[in-house]
């Protein structure tokens, strides 16, 4: 049998080496950028959907006002000193013909003008190719290196919105663009594409993690953690989602931390992708969180899950349900994940395929713990019988239902951590 744990801890330590930043390292303060926002003092008040999506006062509306004013670049010099609070910068300065001289003379291409948000990735892949800085001429190459220089090069300049979760953990959220709010759902499938956000913890400075990032980092941590590590780990989330809590996050362990803050950064990009739509379109958040959720089932070696060894694609590939056992820690979430065009990243298809095992798993809770899921039905307002997973994210984002939840949170936070908990331990699909 193979020592899936040795293997997951070096798999964790690889997770964050890969962000350019050795391990045990608290993140650098964050930057001044065009707003902050700290958790502590909404703590209590307001579930995180309210302050995300409040009109006025809302992570949204800052998101939305950010995008609206010009990005002027501060000089080389200036972009220097800040960068280092980015953990994949030499990661990007790998990328260029003259390494950490060729980021300089990018920006320092670019200092002083002021370019509308909209207009930066022009500036950006444009300077790249005329100076020919990069070490690639590669089209798609160019393009996601321009991407990804775009918001370092923005916040470093002032741009973007902080939230600070704790005092060690925080995220960074620059270039969405506001949406039509439903109004255009075609114009919003353009907007969807903007915007980039980064989690900094404990143990890492800023960074940007990929859906797949996010779930070998996660599914190793969930293997790895002890029930009681764990537990805690679902109370924070749900104290964040449900109170905007963030005081139990300086409990978890440095990876415990990692996670939750890769989450929250994920999190705030599609919630705020949804709100564009009015909430008609790209319910990504709640995937998110869904998949987060079944970590503590299908992380374990008793559990299932879909098996991704047939590759990503959504339309040549079925993944089917495996023994999660059958995978190395890090590869046990990643299933979950697809692109094509019958839905990618988290949604679509995948979506179908992952309420085909929360269903499974609901139903033997059902068996297992009938008043436990009969507590969150009651307390959610759910009728019986439904999609836990599913119907209680529904619920949390949900301009109808902020009330209910609100008043509810301490109640379902027990209800739902002990829920979740209740499946680590194995159960008899039907």
Same mark, same amino acid.
């Given at each position: 049998m193979k020592s899936w744990k040795n293997l997951a801890s070096l798999a964790f330590s690889l997770f964050v080496a890969v962000s350019g930043l050795p391990p045990a390292l608290a993140a650098d303060p964050p930057l001044k950028?065009?707003?902050?926002?700290?958790?502590?003092?909404?703590?209590?008040?307001?579930?995180?959907?309210?302050?995300?999506?409040?009109?006025?006062?809302?992570?949204?509306?800052? =998101?939305?006002?950010?995008?609206?004013?010009?990005?002027?670049?501060?000089?080389?010099?200036?972009?220097?000193?800040?960068?280092?609070?980015?953990?994949? $910068?030499?990661? =990007?300065?790998?990328?260029?013909?003259?390494?950490?001289?060729?980021?300089d003379a990018l920006v320092g291409s670019l200092a002083g003008q002021t370019i509308p948000v909209s207009s930066m990735y022009g500036r950006v892949i444009g300077a790249l190719k005329s100076q020919k800085l990069a070490k690639t001429n590669d089209p798609q190459q160019l393009s996601r290196l321009a991407g990804a220089l775009v918001p370092v090069i923005a916040i470093a300049s002032g741009k973007g919105v902080l939230v600070r979760l704790d005092d060690e953990n925080y995220c960074y959220n620059y270039g969405y663009a506001p949406g039509s709010g439903g109004a255009d759902l075609e114009a919003d499938k353009t907007s969807r594409k903007t915007g980039r956000s980064y989690g900094a913890s404990i143990e890492r400075n800023a960074y940007d993690p990929s859906d797949n990032d996010y779930l070998r980092g996660l599914a190793v941590y969930a293997y790895?953690?002890?029930?009681?590590? $764990?537990?805690?780990?679902y109370s924070v989330l749900f104290q964040i989602l449900l109170?905007?809590?963030? #005081?139990? $996050?300086?409990? =978890?362990?440095?990876?415990?931390?990692?996670?939750? #803050?890769?989450?929250?950064?994920? %999190?705030?990009?599609?919630?705020?992708?949804?709100?564009?739509?009015?909430?008609?379109? %790209?319910?990504?958040?709640?995937?998110?969180?869904?998949?987060?959720?079944?970590?503590?089932?299908s992380a374990q070696d008793q559990g299932l899950t879909l098996d991704p060894r047939s590759g990503s694609d959504n339309q040549t590939n079925s993944r089917e349900l495996v023994s999660s056992g059958e995978l190395p820690p890090r590869d046990r979430l990643t299933g979950f994940f697809g692109v094509g065009t019958q839905g990618s990243g988290l949604d679509g298809r995948n979506k179908a395929r992952r309420h085909a095992l929360t269903k499974k798993v609901v139903a033997a809770m059902?068996?297992?713990?009938?008043?436990?899921?009969?507590?969150?039905?009651? $307390?959610?307002?759910?009728?019986?019988r439904v999609d836990l997973y599913d119907f209680v994210m529904n619920r949390i984002n949900n301009f109808k239902t902020q009330d209910l939840v609100r008043e509810n949170a301490d109640e379902l936070i027990d209800a739902l951590v002990k829920f979740v908990m209740a499946t680590r331990g194995g159960l008899q699909l039907q």
């Open positions: 950028v065009s707003a902050s926002y700290d958790l502590s003092d909404s703590q209590g008040e307001m579930t995180f959907f309210e302050l995300m999506a409040s009109p006025k006062s809302g992570i949204k509306a800052a =998101l939305d006002r950010d995008h609206g004013e010009p990005v002027r670049v501060v000089s080389a010099v200036t972009f220097r000193k800040r960068a280092g609070n980015f953990a994949h $910068l030499r990661k =990007l300065e790998s990328r260029f013909v003259d390494g950490a001289d060729g980021l790895e953690a002890s029930d009681r590590e $764990l537990a805690k780990f109170k905007s809590d963030a #005081s139990g $996050l300086k409990d =978890l362990s440095p990876a415990g931390q990692t996670v939750m #803050s890769d989450f929250m950064a994920i %999190y705030m990009a599609e919630l705020d992708r949804h709100l564009m739509t009015g909430l008609k379109m %790209y319910e990504w958040e709640n995937a998110l969180t869904e998949i987060t959720m079944l970590a503590a089932y059902r068996e297992q713990s009938p008043e436990l899921v009969t507590r969150i039905e009651d $307390l959610m307002k759910l009728e019986a």
